[in-house]
């Protein structure tokens, strides 16, 4: 079945399909990141069920010996990126970076198996992926929660996928630029520099980045020594989400050791949620551990734990805080609110609106009943592509396009929403 749209999006995915891995965007982002590649996997897997799994497999491969799953991965040489390899310096034999990104790979992997024609081949492909993928939440919990609260924390704005949010602004005023010398960012050579972080948020950036260098990437000792350590109800839902399907996924393939300690780490991560909880915001908000004090700040990351199964009743204020975003936007749903004063509609984190956040939002939002808020982000979803194309993100009020043009995720997302909406068949 044809559709413009669909056409459209299955040409971006070919178009930036290196064959085992897929990237971002040519230009900007010329690597595998982790989280794209799983999001990206769910659109693959209606054109090419094979090439879905085999995307996620490929991250997979270059997991690290500790269980780390690496935020990039540098398969080959890109003179156009900033920080490339030698900045890392974390010498794997494929080179990588030295930090994660969210864990959306146990939820991607769920809905391949679901959806999957070819059912003796998922059952193989995700029975080998399961361990691996137990792995990585386990390194999660080992080395960002020392102190098993349930709850993990990023130790790198990048780690969070929300780069510049204003979550981070205080703790990463702590970040010291000292000592950090030149570089050449790259970034802004292919995206406007009104749509990106800052030079100030990049010497930060950087400055961690040879920090984690200088203890030789012993991923134990990092959060401990990091001065930057926040814990983001976004990515920790994330997480819970995947460790949840892990342990469904675990049931259907018959490894019962690895669902019960799935379902152990979901079951006591949503009871820890439940301290991110702001009564008087209502909404999840950051804990900034390094301090230890909640982040005062309202951005999507404390609307996302929707996408995991947190309690009815909370799911029904996430549900009103986005109705009364919905009256306030043109578009669904702005990455920070804009009555904020931080907010910039086209600044990346600090407003604009991206599809893959949409997705996972109305993806709880209808598992929990609340269709009609859901229905309204599909639509505006579906609006942007018509009127602005394939972008990274969009200004929530104008509709423009910013960022990466082209983008691999976002044209994934359009393909679930009209598998979803029957738009397609
Ligand atoms: C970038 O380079 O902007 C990425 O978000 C870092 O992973």
Redesign the pocket.
């Known amino acids: 079945m044809s559709h413009p749209l669909y056409d459209g999006a299955v040409e971006i995915l070919a178009r930036n399909d290196l064959g085992h891995y897929t990237v971002p965007t040519h230009g900007l982002?010329p690597f595998q990141?982790n989280w794209d590649s799983a999001l990206s996997a769910l659109g693959q897997s209606y054109v090419n069920e094979s090439r879905a799994w085999t995307e996620i497999e490929t991250l997979f491969d270059h997991q690290w010996p500790d269980g780390m799953v690496p935020?990039?991965i540098f398969h080959k040489e890109d003179e156009g990126y900033f920080p490339g390899p030698s900045v890392w310096g974390t010498e794997r034999p494929v080179p990588t970076s030295g930090i994660s990104q969210p864990a959306v790979t146990g939820f991607a992997v769920r809905k391949l198996f679901e959806r999957a024609k070819d059912l003796p081949s998922a059952r193989a492909r995700a029975k080998a992926l399961l361990p691996k993928i137990q792995a990585w939440h386990d390194w999660f919990f080992a080395t960002r929660d020392p102190e098993e609260t349930g709850l993990v924390a990023i130790i790198h704005p990048?780690e969070s996928g929300r780069?510049n949010s204003a979550d981070w602004n205080a703790a990463l005023s702590r970040v010291p630029t000292e000592g950090v010398g030149d570089f050449q960012r790259r970034?802004i050579q292919h995206a406007a520099a009104a749509h990106r972080p800052t030079t100030e948020q990049y010497q930060r950036y950087i400055w961690l980045v040879k920090h984690f260098r200088a203890q030789g990437w012993d991923t134990a000792k990092l959060h401990d020594a990091s001065p930057f350590r926040v814990v983001d109800p976004g990515f920790n839902a994330i997480l819970l989400r995947s460790c949840a399907d892990l342990a469904w996924l675990a049931e259907q393939l018959d490894e019962p050791a690895i669902g019960a300690r799935a379902k152990t780490q979901s079951d006591k991560g949503l009871a820890a949620m439940e301290h991110l909880w702001s009564d008087r915001h209502q909404q999840y908000l950051c804990y900034d551990r390094a301090i230890g004090a909640p982040v005062d700040c309202l951005t999507v990351g404390g609307l996302l734990p929707v996408f995991t199964a947190i309690a009815p009743d909370r799911s029904a204020r996430i549900a009103a805080r986005l109705e009364d975003l919905a009256r306030r936007t043109t578009y669904m749903i702005p990455s920070h609110d804009p009555h904020a004063p931080e907010y910039d509609g086209e600044r990346y984190w600090l407003g604009p609106a991206w599809l893959i956040v949409n997705y996972m939002i109305a993806d709880g939002l209808n598992r929990d009943g609340h269709t009609e808020i859901a229905a309204r982000i599909v639509g505006d979803s579906m609006k942007l592509i018509v009127e602005s194309g394939f972008s990274e993100y969009y200004d929530p009020m104008t509709g423009a396009p910013c960022g990466g043009p082209h983008f691999t995720w976002t044209a994934a997302m359009v393909i679930e929403f009209l598998k979803q909406t029957g738009g397609v068949e």
Do not use: G, L
């Open positions: 982002y990141w935020h990039i990048w780069d970034d």
